[in-house]
């Protein structure tokens, strides 16, 4: 026991003589990483406050800059004003010279004075518009070499210069409408009053040349896909421009050169035609009557090619609709009095007509015969029949068209003419000059009035009506008792025609023009009426007189 405990005793000795040792050794660390940590935070504190001593003096000279050029900017502003207080001096002296207005010089000083931003922009523009007044004047003298390579050139120009182009814009999202004033919409004022003064310079001639030539690059740029979209639009800010500024160009004779070629040239795709369309667009504003021409001279021969697609043909007809709707706004504005003449009408006529000859199975063609049939009615109300003060001169022509299977159509027929007959009491006289020719037609028209004399003919004055009646009635009992005598006041090819109806007349249709005629003849029964009574009076006068002179010769 006693070694035991002399052994645990010199242990417990050595630990306690080891501890103080220790504890020395972790103060000492301690202090050591006390004055590390101080030292990293007097690191830090000196480096921010460094930073901060260099952002201030960032910011100091950041102002200074900027009160440089304010004072730069009011510089410049206060220049700009003396040279325009100048030139105003300077006008003032030679307008009172000339005996002129005087003009104030606050006013000039107070439009000119702008911001110094705006007048930055305004550096901007001159600038831009600078290069532009270069540009076209070097393109305009190399314009006789008509290369395409140059108007590329013109129309990457204008789209990097003037105007943010995003090739996601797509221009078939676009309607038509917004299609006529697309691009040159977007462009500023001041660049297209500078390409309208350039473009003025260039002659007829030379324009005649280069139209075709960037119509093709519209064209070609669109087939080769939608990457060279841009240089589209730059061709359409061209051509627009082009156009604009030489409204002579819109004459029908020039602009059938400038199209004749182009067609010649292209394939009949259907962005040819949208194009073509869309070129046309401009002339709406200007002259829709020029606009008709020139889709009845250079697109409406498309429509009737085999070969056009059923797609191209309905947007065809798509701005044939455009171009007939600006008519009637026009009309309404009282600006204009522009009509459809007797020409076109008959041309639409024809095609209406062979448009339902037969059935159409296609939904292409479905849909063509429709966009005709809502046409129909446009060219009524736009047309010569409802403004002329003459209709009468196209009555007969137009009752030669009544003879359709459709009674849609045939129906629009008759209401045009019921409503020449209403508006031009000549009407009667030509239609009894044509009674023979167009037997058939008369029937059929009079025969539909009869079947709506409420609506029509009891509001109709009845007096040309009863002539016409009276007229045909004798015709009719002429020519069944064949005594049918010819008129002699007419030419002698209508009176050879008259002879050959005569001879090959329809007697069928003579039965019914008698029977329709009874009809009629129940409409007058106060003027039948009076006539006899007149007959009566004249043989009471007559008597009477017969009596007077028996009286005194009995006397004598």
Known sequence: MDSNQSEWKLIRSKK????????????????????????????????????????????????NNNNNNKNQNKNQNKNQINQIKKKSKKKLKKNQQNNLPKIEEKETVEIIRLNSKKSQEQLKN????????????????????????????FCNFLIKKFYRFSLET??????????????ISKLSSSTKTIMNSYFKEVSIEEIEKIVPVIFTLIVNSDSQGRMNLSNQIGARIFLQALLLSRISLFEPERFHNIFSKFLKVQTLRLRTIQNLNWCLG???????????????????????????????????????ELILNSFLEKNKQKETNYSISKKDFYIFLNIYCSSFEEEMKNW?????????????SLFMKASLFLKHDSPHLYFIELLSFSLI????????????????????????????????????????????????????????????????????????????????KFPTQIENETLQNLKVNYETIDLDQLELSSKLMKKYEKLFPKKK????????????????????????????
């Open 126 to 153: 001159i600038k831009t518009t600078n290069s532009l007044e270069f540009f076209i004047s070097g393109l305009i003298n190399k314009f006789k070499d008509n290369e395409e390579a140059q108007l590329k050139v």
């Open 16 to 63: 306690y003589k080891t501890k103080p040792k220790q504890k020395q050794e972790i103060q000492q660390r301690k202090k050591e990483i006390k004055q590390i940590k101080q030292k990293q935070q007097i690191i830090n504190n000196n480096n921010n406050n460094n930073n901060n001593n260099n952002n201030n003096n960032n910011n100091n000279n950041n102002n």
């Open 170 to 183: 797509d221009l078939d999202e676009l309607s038509f409408e917004e299609q006529i004033h697309f691009p």
């Open 405 to 484: 299977e459709n009674k849609l159509i045939q129906f629009e027929f008759f209401m045009l003419l019921i409503q020449s007959l209403s508006q031009d009491p000549d009407c009667f006289v030509e239609w009894k000059l044509s009674y023979i020719f167009l037997l058939k037609h008369t029937v059929n028209l009079l025969s539909f009035l009869w079947s709506h004399k409420e609506s029509f003919l009891e509001k109709m004055d009845l007096v040309p009506v009863q002539m016409l009646v009276d007229h045909i009635n004798n015709v009719n009992s002429q020519i069944i008792s064949q005594k049918y």
């Open 529 to 556: 009426s009076y006539t006899k009574m007149k007959m009566i009076m004249i043989l009471i006068a007559i008597l009477y007189l017969f009596f007077i002179i028996g009286i005194k010769l009995s006397g004598n």
């Open 364 to 376: 292409e063609r479905k849909r063509i015969q429709e966009k005709i049939q809502n046409l129909f």
């Open 282 to 320: 401009l002339l709406l504003e200007e002259n829709p009557e020029i606009c008709l021409r020139i889709w009845f001279d250079e697109l409406f021969p498309c429509v009737q090619l085999i070969q056009t697609s059923k797609k191209v043909v309905l947007e065809i007809w798509e701005f044939l």
